[in-house]
Nanobody
Framework: QVQLVESGGGLVQAGGSLRLSCAAS????????VGWFRQAPGKERDFVAG???????HYADSVKGRFTISRDNAKNTVYLQTNSLKPEDTAVYYC?????????????????WGQGTQVTVSS
């Protein structure tokens, strides 16, 4: 079993930044890809960013150049640095462990999920 706990969400003005964290306990995800997804009310859960077990990153077009995903395997933690936030970034952000070493963009490619952290961007 893997337990994932997200933190770092909050309320921020447009143009601001937040650093989200995803800490793993139990079995780690050092040999797995890790992804960040987000879900706004009434919408599907969308891929935001992913990182392979070796640190290769992949981003959704909507966040490229603004968000940065990174991982610290020694701390069993993955981070999502979110900059230049926009109101449309408002959502619950989830981290998830990938089923493979390469991050997929679909939720079914992940097997363990955190409980989510709310990010609200005001205009």
């Amino acid at each position: 079993q893997v337990q994932l706990v997200e933190s770092g969400g909050g309320l921020v003005q447009a143009g601001g930044s937040l650093r989200l964290s995803c800490a793993a306990s139990g079995r780690t995800f050092r040999s797995n890809a890790v992804g960040w997804f987000r879900q706004a009310p009434g919408k599907e859960r969308d891929f935001v960013a992913g990182i392979s077990w070796r640190g290769v990153t992949h981003y959704a077009d909507s966040v490229k150049g603004r968000f940065t995903i990174s991982r610290d395997n020694a701390k069993n933690t993955v981070y999502l640095q979110t900059n230049s936030l926009k109101p449309e970034d408002t959502a619950v952000y989830y981290c998830a462990r990938g089923k493979s070493v390469v991050p997929g963009t679909e939720p079914h490619e992940y097997d363990y999920w955190g409980q989510g952290t709310q990010v609200t961007v005001s205009s």
